[in-house]
């Protein structure tokens, strides 16, 4: 599966973004999905998760509240809506996934990961 992230950019605090995850190669639908990020001179964390069908999601909390998970298994696509947006929330952020086809936070247990696409959180 090839994975190619996209929709980061600069945005004021409180702002909205849309990150959207395009794959391609093997069947999309057979594979949960996952978003991570890492922010400069941390470790890559976990922001959230669906699985295969879309029917059961998972979140950091710190993206509880403000952050929206979804995919489109005809589209080969799966999205994070950002709301609220935080300086905090600066990080490259990352779209995974996994042929376990059950959410999971683990990013070990990812086994094919996008390329990133930086979010940057103006205050």
């Known amino acids: 599966v090839q994975l190619q992230a996209s929709g980061g950019g600069l945005v004021q605090a409180g702002g909205s973004l849309r990150l959207s995850c395009a794959a391609a190669?093997?069947?999309?639908?057979?594979?949960?999905m996952g978003w991570f990020r890492r922010a400069p001179g941390k470790e890559r964390e976990f922001v959230a998760a669906?699985?295969?069908?879309?029917?059961?999601?998972n979140y950091a909390d710190f993206a509880k509240g403000r952050f929206t998970i979804s995919r489109d298994n005809a589209q080969n696509t799966v999205n994070l809506q950002m709301n609220s947006l935080k300086p905090e929330d600066t990080a490259v952020y990352y779209c995974?996934?996994?042929?376990?086809?059950?959410?999971?936070?683990?990013?070990?247990?990812?086994?094919?990961w996008g390329q990133g696409t930086q979010v940057t959180v103006s205050s």
């Open positions: 995974a996934a996994t042929r376990w086809g059950i959410v999971t936070t683990r990013d070990l247990r990812y086994d094919y």
């Open positions: 190669g093997r069947t999309f639908s057979g594979y949960a």
């Open positions: 669906i699985s295969s069908s879309g029917g059961s999601t």
